[in-house]
Nanobody
């Protein structure tokens, strides 16, 4: 079993930056692909970014490409989401997820473990 705990959310003005962290406990995630998803009020959960087990491959939703960067530190069992040039439409609860099969897709159903989420609010 893997427990994922997100942190780093908060309130920020449009154009600002935040760094989200996801710390894993219970089992090593060094062979897992990791993803970040988000869910805005009244909307379905959507893919934001994913990273391969070794960090060499990343994927982003078009809506965040060029503004968000996903990275990982397997020694610290931590995954990060660096968010720049934030917009009000980025407001959502952000979830970290782990894919034990290492696929790293944009499909939420491919992920086995999920965190509780961290709120990001971007004011205009």
């Amino acid at each position: 079993q893997v427990q994922l705990v997100e942190s780093g959310g908060g309130l920020v003005q449009a154009g600002g930056s935040l760094r989200l962290s996801c710390v894993a406990a219970g089992r090593t995630i060094s062979t897992y692909a990791m993803g970040w998803f988000r869910q805005a009020p009244g909307k379905e959960r959507e893919f934001a970014a994913a990273i391969s087990w070794d960090g060499r491959s990343t994927d982003y939703a078009d809506s965040v490409k060029g503004r968000f960067t996903i990275s990982r530190d397997n020694a610290k069992t931590t995954v990060y989401l660096h968010m720049n040039s934030l917009k009000p439409e980025d407001t959502a609860v952000y979830y970290c997820a782990a894919d034990r099969l290492g696929r790293g897709t944009s499909r939420s159903g491919d992920y086995d473990y999920w965190g509780q989420g961290t709120q990001v609010t971007v004011s205009s």
